[in-house]
């Protein structure tokens, strides 16, 4: 089935700083999004994309839909705190209700 | 705003036990997702419902089964339950078309 490889796996940074997050896939997706989810919770919607080369933001939030249509990074500017969790990409197919997720990018902040 | 209500939050079984798992979704989302998420894994996607009819079939065992009810809400059964359907479950709802959902908390289960 499809597969999207989310990278990196873990990322430890001061607060503060940027971080870049990226998703990529073997097959074309018509939806991106991204998620954050926190331990015990369930995943919450930050960004979604409908169209290749849209470039949406949310705050300190960008994310991209790439135009191949198989890819989509995520950018959060001057960290926090509250920004530790674990970022999940998802894609999504026209006329399929479910989406693929990502394996994760787990997010730590050190104050 | 209301959310996507799941319950019960925890519920612990033996192996070869039933669990019920119920979803209520926001209120006018007409899709409802059901998700497995294993520990350190990202979520799995199990089965969907849109106007009370299977929408979308994923990874989910013969051993569970799903239905939406005439008020949207949804219920996931699990029978013979394994040591290895220990997880996370998750519904999650939309308006029809609407990739963006959202999750519910969650119910963890735990097959002891």
């Known amino acids: 089935g499809q597969q999207l490889n989310q990278s990196p796996q873990s990322m430890f940074i001061q607060e503060g700083e940027d971080v870049s997050m990226n998703c990529t896939s073997s097959?074309?997706?018509?939806?991106w999004l991204w998620y954050k989810q926190d331990p015990g919770e369930g995943p919450v919607l930050l960004i979604a994309?409908?169209?290749?080369?849209e470039l949406t933001s949310n705050g300190r939030l960008t994310a991209q839909f790439g135009i191949t249509r198989k890819d989509s990074f995520l950018n959060i500017s001057a960290s926090i705190p509250s920004d530790v969790g674990i970022y999940f990409c998802?894609?999504?197919?026209?006329?399929?209700?479910?989406?693929?997720f990502g394996d994760g990018t787990t997010l730590t902040v050190k104050p | 705003a209301a959310g996507v209500i799941q319950s019960p939050r925890h519920l612990i079984k033996e192996k070869r036990e039933t669990a019920t798992l119920k979803c209520y979704p926001i209120?006018?989302?007409?899709?409802v997702y059901w998700y497995q998420q294993g520990p350190g894994q990202d979520p799995q996607f199990l089965i969907s419902?849109?106007?009370?009819?299977?929408?979308d079939k994923g990874s989910i065992p013969d051993r569970f089964s799903a239905q939406q009810f005439s008020d949207y809400h949804s219920e996931l059964n699990m029978s013979s339950l394994e040591l290895g359907d220990s997880a996370l479950y998750f519904c999650?709802?939309?308006?029809?078309?609407?990739?963006?959902?959202?999750f519910g908390s969650g119910t963890r289960l735990t097959v002891v």
């Open positions: 999650a709802s939309s308006p029809q078309g609407n990739y963006g959902y959202t």
């Open positions: 097959s074309i997706f018509n939806t």
């Open positions: 994309l409908y169209k290749a080369g």
């Open positions: 998802a894609g999504g197919l026209t006329n399929a209700g479910k989406s693929t």
């Open positions: 209120p006018r989302h007409d899709t």
């Open positions: 419902f849109y106007e009370k009819m299977q929408s």
